[in-house]
């Protein structure tokens, strides 16, 4: 099942930090089977409250792949990075079939 990791970044504290991360996750992503699917560009909340920073999207094929790239040798460095550069926030969400089984009739 596809899974999203979804990142809200809502403040840089350190670009050159920044600068290094940027320079070296691509590689780490594709090598663990994601992709971009949103990096930064204009969000407007449309529904309820939500402080919105720059929104990133990655997705993977599976929670496998996320876990392995999230959790590798060769991303750990750059997670430290982000974190050490950036604050905000981020999920791990995972998708589902279409349609959902939950929204079919009964």
Not at 1 to 21: G, Q
Not at 30 to 42: I, N, S
Not at 47 to 70: C, H, K, M, N, Q
Not at 93 to 101: T, V
Request: aromatic share 10%.
């Amino acid at each position: 099942m596809t899974v999203y990791f979804l990142v809200d970044i809502r403040d840089v504290s350190n670009t050159e930090k920044l600068a290094e991360y940027r320079a070296g996750v691509l590689a780490t992503v594709e090598a663990h089977g994601g992709r971009y699917l949103v990096l930064g560009g204009p969000a407007d909340v449309v529904e309820g409250t939500w402080s919105i920073g720059t929104p990133v999207l990655l997705e993977f094929p599976s929670r496998i792949a996320f876990d392995g790239w999230y959790h590798s040798e060769e991303y750990a460095p750059l997670r430290k990075l982000r974190l050490d550069a950036t604050s905000g926030a981020a999920l791990c969400i995972e998708g589902c079939k279409h349609p959902p089984a939950a929204l079919l009739p009964g």
